[in-house]
């Protein structure tokens, strides 16, 4: 890809560089982030869910502001944010029965699992 007005057997003295050799990786870089990278909404409902987990309401509300303007429904984002409580209370129960077991009190086996293998902290 060569940029307007200049040719391909252009030196690299006379710009500074050889911005034909510019420009293409850039294109070839900015081509792979189109495809290769997941799109806003799921990025957005990712950092909300993020956010949720970690309590950050400045978090929270900076993704939120962006998800509203890309056009994300409130089901979407209470999806996300439920998924992320469900992720964070699992984690708390593992805190807790790790606390429990320290302080010399019986604990569960798999305290995410409760009484099927199969089922996760996040079920």
């Not at 993020?50 to 984002?77: M, R, W």
């Not at 999806?79 to 429990?100: M, Y």
Request: with cysteine; charged share 20%.
């Amino acid at each position: 890809m060569e940029p307007e007005g200049r040719d391909s057997g252009a030196t690299e003295g006379s710009w500074g560089c050889n911005l034909s050799k510019v420009f293409s990786v850039l294109w070839v870089n900015e081509h792979q982030r189109r495809n290769e990278t997941m799109d806003e909404k799921t990025s957005l409902l990712i950092s909300m869910g993020a956010a949720t987990a970690a309590n950050c309401v400045p978090c929270f509300e900076h993704y939120y502001q962006k998800a509203h303007a890309a056009g994300l429904t409130s089901a979407d984002i209470q999806e996300a944010v439920d998924i992320a409580t469900k992720v964070k209370g699992g984690a708390h129960l593992v805190i807790k029965n790790s606390i429990r077991s320290l302080m010399g009190h019986e604990t569960p086996v798999n305290p995410c699992a409760g009484s099927s293998p199969k089922r996760s902290c996040c079920a």
